[in-house]
């Protein structure tokens, strides 16, 4: 293979590489109107929304939010995808956290 054809096609290569990682991070942000549906389906049968805006919060940052949304869905088996992770994370955040991110 020529030099410049294995140029064209490592860098189409990348450029691809880079455009499937910048739509992951799009599609981690989460949408808050499918959070509020997965928190009553999934996040209510073992706590209400006073867990969330006690005065004492527990979690202290998003990123501390987003662990603690991980945690909670291993160890009940909720069986929620990264991204129904995601969603419920900008939720919580927009309507009790208020974290920046």
Do not use: W
């Amino acid at each position: 293979m020529k030099p410049t054809l294995f140029a064209v096609l490592l860098s189409s290569l990348l450029f691809a590489g880079q455009a499937m990682a910048d739509n992951k991070t799009s599609d981690a942000k989460g949408d808050p109107k499918i959070g509020k549906m997965l928190v009553s389906q999934k996040c209510s049968r073992c706590h209400d929304d006073s867990v969330y805006s006690r005065p004492d919060h527990k979690i202290k940052s998003y990123d501390a939010l987003v662990a603690r949304i991980r945690a909670c869905n291993a160890n009940t088996n909720a069986g929620l995808f990264p991204d129904d992770e995601a969603h419920i994370a900008a939720y919580l955040n927009l309507n009790y956290y208020h974290f920046k991110k």
